[in-house]
């Protein structure tokens, strides 16, 4: 299920010919992910971004057509029986365990962890910056501080596929910034798959190498991250980040989402 030849230790994701729908919302998906990349889903709001995230991880099943992770059909298996993690834009953690218990259930949800799993545990915190922080509660930490807990579970459960749901949508620039050069070097580290959506232009440039573009529950555009930010980038994408760009600065704000 894992692909080694290029180095990278991701697992290949596909949709194939899913189905979906919530009520009137009906959205159909086909899309094949190379193990090991990283991916950025952007689209209006409503298009189905975090919809297609969900079916992948299990949160939502298809009306029809299968979910690959490898070569694993997973499209009727629970969330934690998926070889994945997946990350949101908060509520990540447990607002009654402390930090180093939030992350150790990532190598074990009953927290039975052995030497090896606290060692574990205390190099991811380390390696995120957190290391000196592992005994205070969520609510005691910053916003960047509870996400870097939540990649800091990523490592320590080590699966082949990470799913990011707008994850550093609520921090400020230069924090988001913080935060994805720690996924680009968590991937470069692990060489997992990547998908995150996001509506930020700057952050899929910052690490996407594919962009995977949705509209109303379709994907309309795929390809290199650069040839959508060129002049011959899909045209529905340029008039979505024309758009985006219009009501950021009539809102008088830069980066931040509206
Ligand atoms: N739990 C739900 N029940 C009913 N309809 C839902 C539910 N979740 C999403 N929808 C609908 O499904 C469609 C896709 O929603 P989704 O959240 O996937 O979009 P999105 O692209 O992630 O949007 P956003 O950028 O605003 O987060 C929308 O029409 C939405 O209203």
Not at 163 to 182: C, K, Q, V, Y
Request: charged share 25%.
């Amino acid at each position: 299920m894992t692909d080694t030849s290029n180095g990278r230790t991701g697992a290949a994701v596909r949709l194939d010919g899913v189905t979906f729908s919530y009520g009137e919302a009906s959205m159909a998906f086909d899309l094949t992910v190379e193990a090991g990349s990283i991916t950025a889903i952007m689209g209006p709001s409503g298009s189905g971004k975090s919809t297609l995230l969900n079916l992948v991880a299990g949160f939502e099943t298809p009306k029809s057509g299968r979910v690959l992770i490898g070569d694993r059909d997973v499209a009727h298996e629970p969330p934690a029986a998926r070889p994945l993690s997946m990350v949101f834009q908060e509520n990540n953690l447990f607002a009654h365990l402390d930090v180093a218990q939030n992350v150790g259930l990532g190598r074990s949800p009953a927290l039975r962890l052995t030497p090896s799993d606290r060692t574990a545990v205390s190099e991811a915190l380390v390696r995120t910056g957190l290391g000196g922080k592992e005994h205070r509660l969520p609510r005691e930490l910053s916003g960047g501080e509870r996400q870097r807990v939540a990649l800091a579970r990523v490592l320590v459960r080590d699966r082949p596929v990470l799913l990011l749901d707008e994850p550093f949508a609520s921090l400020g620039p230069a924090l988001r910034e913080d935060m994805l050069g720690l996924v680009a070097d968590l991937h470069a580290e692990r060489g997992m798959t990547v998908l995150f959506v996001t509506h930020q232009p700057e952050d899929a440039r910052r690490i996407g190498e594919t962009m995977v573009f949705l509209e109303d529950g379709k994907i309309t555009a795929i390809g290199e991250v650069s040839k959508f930010f060129g002049k011959h980038g899909p045209e529905a994408f340029r008039r979505y980040i024309g758009s985006v760009a219009g009501s950021l600065q009539s809102h008088g704000i830069a980066r931040k989402r509206t």
